[in-house]
C-alpha cells in the first residue's frame, strides 16, 4: 500500500527540512529476494568471557558463509554471546562491544544478543544480570531503529546450544524486516533436528493456512509454498474464488470450509487422514468494533467463535485424531491488540489475549507429542483494511514504531515460516511481535 508520507519526507530537497525538523524519515527496508544471502555484507562478533554460545555462533556463522568484519568499515549485522554475563558488574561488557560497533552498523542492520534464559542462569546475580539484556536490547532498537536496522534478544536454555541455527538465521536476514526489539527463547529441541535444505526447509511437508484466500493469510500461503510445502488453504465459501486462485498457483489444495460450522473440526481432521499435516496456520479472523457499551452479545459471540473458540477445537481434533505429525507446528496469529488493548475492541482484543494464552497453555502438552506451538503479534500491517482507515490512526499507526512504517503481509508470513520450519524445533511457546517495535504495549 502507499506511504505518501514516507514519499514526501524522503524527497529531494524536503528531505533536508524534514530531517531539519525532526520528522521521522522512514528507511525503505531491505526483504528476502530468491538467490539473496542470508546477510548481505559483514558480520561482527563478540562475546563476554565464558560465554558458552561462542562455539556454535562461530559454527553457524562459518556454514551460512558470512563474511567477517575487520577491525574497521562498515558491518551488516552485529552478535553478541552475552551468555557469559553473571552479575550486574559484567554489563559493562555490552558497552565494550557495542560503543565501537553500532556506529559501523549499515542501513537495515542487524543486532542479535545471545543469553542465558534468567531463571536458568544459576545464581540471583545471575539471573538479575541476564535480565537486564531486555532493557539494553529494545532500547538499542529504538536507537537504531532510524536507519532501519533492528535488535533481538535471543535466551538459550543451557543444552539448548545446538537449536539457535535456524532462530539466527532468521533473525540475521531480510526475512525479519519488521521484526524489532522481541525477546525469543530457545529451549532444547522438542525433537531431534533433521538434515536441513535452507532453500526448501517445507520440502515434504503439509501445511495448512486458515483465512487463505487474500492479505496476509495469501502471503502465508505463498510463503510456504515457496519453502516447498503443500498448502492446503482453508476459507469461508463466499471466497472460494479468490481461495482458489491463491492456492492452485501454488500446486495446493483448496477447502472453502465455515470454521465455525459443528463439523468443521472433523472435516479438517478427516481431510488429512491419509499422511497427516505437518503445520497448523490459523490466520483466519475478523474484527466486529464497538465499545463494550454497545456490544451486543450476538456481535460478542461471533468474533469470539471465530478468532478463538475454533481454533481450540481444531486443534482438539487434529491431536485427537493423531493426524499432527511428528516435530509438527501449530502457529497462530493473535495481535498487538491482545497484548495492549485497543479501544472498541474489548471483543477482539480478547480473543487475542486468549490465543496467546491457548499458546502458552499448549507448549508442555505438544512438546511430550513432539511439537511445537507459537503465535506472531502482528502490529500495524499495509493491507486492504488498514487502507481504509481514517489518515490520523492510519499515519500514527505506521508512525508510532522504531522503524516508523506499517509492516507488510509478507512480514508476517516470513516469520510464520521461521516458526514452521522443522529446524525450529526448539522454539515453543514463544509469542513474538511483527510491530517494527510498536511503541505501543512495547
Not at 510445502?229 to 472453502?256: I, M
Not at 512504517?405 to 508476517?412: A, E
Request: include cysteine; charged fraction near 20%; charge should be neutral.
Amino acid at each position: 500500500m502507499s506511504d505518501r508520507y514516507s514519499q514526501i519526507v524522503n524527497a529531494p530537497v524536503l528531505s533536508t527540512v524534514a530531517r531539519q525538523v525532526g520528522l521521522p524519515q522512514p528507511v525503505d527496508l531491505d526483504r528476502h529476494q530468491p538467490g539473496q544471502p542470508v546477510v548481505a555484507g559483514p558480520v561482527l562478533s563478540g562475546a563476554a568471557p565464558d560465554g558458552r554460545l561462542e562455539r556454535s555462533l562461530k559454527k553457524i556463522l562459518d556454514d551460512i558463509g558470512t563474511e567477517r568484519a575487520g577491525a574497521e568499515g562498515k558491518a551488516k549485522a552485529l552478535v553478541f554471546d552475552a551468555s557469559g554475563i553473571a552479575d550486574s558488574t559484567d554489563l559493562v561488557e555490552l558497552q565494550r562491544f557495542f560503543y565501537p560497533a553500532v556506529p559501523r552498523l549499515r542501513r537495515s542492520g542487524r543486532v542479535v544478543v545471545l543469553g542465558t534464559t534468567p531463571a536458568l542462569a544459576g545464581s540471583v546475580r545471575a539471573h538479575t544480570a541476564q535480565r537486564a539484556l531486555e532493557g539494553f536490547v529494545r532500547s538499542l532498537a529504538k536507537e537504531i531503529g532510524g536507519k532501519g536496522a533492528t535488535a533481538q534478544l535471543v535466551y538459550v536454555e543451557p543444552g539448548a546450544e545446538d537449536q539457535i541455527a535456524s532462530t539466527l538465521r532468521f533473525l540475521l536476514s531480510p526475512k525479519s524486516a519488521y521484526v524489532d526489539g522481541q525477546v525469543i527463547r530457545v529451549a532444547e529441541g522438542v525433537a531431534p533436528t533433521p538434515e536441513i535444505d535452507w532453500d526448501l526447509p517445507l520440502s515434504g511437508k503439509t501445511a495448512l493456512v486458515t483465512g487463505a484466500s487474500r492479505g496476509i493469510g495469501a502471503a502465508i500461503a505463498a510463503t510456504l509454498g515457496r519453502d516447498g510445502a503443500k498448502v492446503v488453504g482453508l476459507d469461508v465459501p463466499q471466497a472460494e474464488g479468490d481461495l482458489r486462485a491463491v492456492v492452485e498457483a501454488l500446486g495446493g489444495d483448496a477447502l472453502p470450509l465455515d470454521i465455525t460450522a459443528d463439523d468443521a473440526p472433523d472435516a479438517i481432521a478427516s481431510h488429512f487422514a491419509a499422511g497427516g499435516v505437518d503445520v497448523v496456520v490459523h490466520n483466519a479472523g475478523v474484527t466486529r468494533d464497538r465499545t463494550i457499551a454497545k456490544m451486543p452479545e450476538d456481535r460478542w459471540a461471533q468474533l469470539m467463535d471465530i478468532n478463538l473458540s475454533s481454533e481450540e477445537r481444531i486443534n482438539e481434533a487434529l491431536l485427537d485424531s493423531k493426524r499432527l505429525n511428528p516435530n509438527g507446528r501449530i502457529v497462530c496469529v493473535s495481535s498487538m491488540s491482545g497484548i495492549a488493548g485497543n479501544s472498541g475492541q474489548t471483543n477482539y482484543a480478547a480473543s487475542k489475549a486468549g490465543v496467546i494464552g491457548m499458546v502458552e497453555s499448549m507448549a508442555p502438552t505438544l512438546a511430550k507429542k513432539k511439537a511445537t506451538i507459537n503465535a506472531v503479534a502482528p502490529g500495524f500491517i499495509e493491507t486492504r483494511m488498514t487502507a481504509a482507515m481514517p489518515i490520523g490512526p492510519r499515519e500514527a499507526g505506521r508512525r508510532l514504531s522504531s522503524l516508523s512504517q506499517g509492516g507488510l503481509p509478507v512480514d508476517v508470513a516470513e516469520t510464520i515460516a521461521w516458526f514452521a520450519s522443522p529446524a525450529t524445533t526448539g522454539v515453543n511457546g514463544n509469542v513474538v511481535r511483527v510491530c517494527g517495535q510498536s511503541l505501543l504495549g512495547a
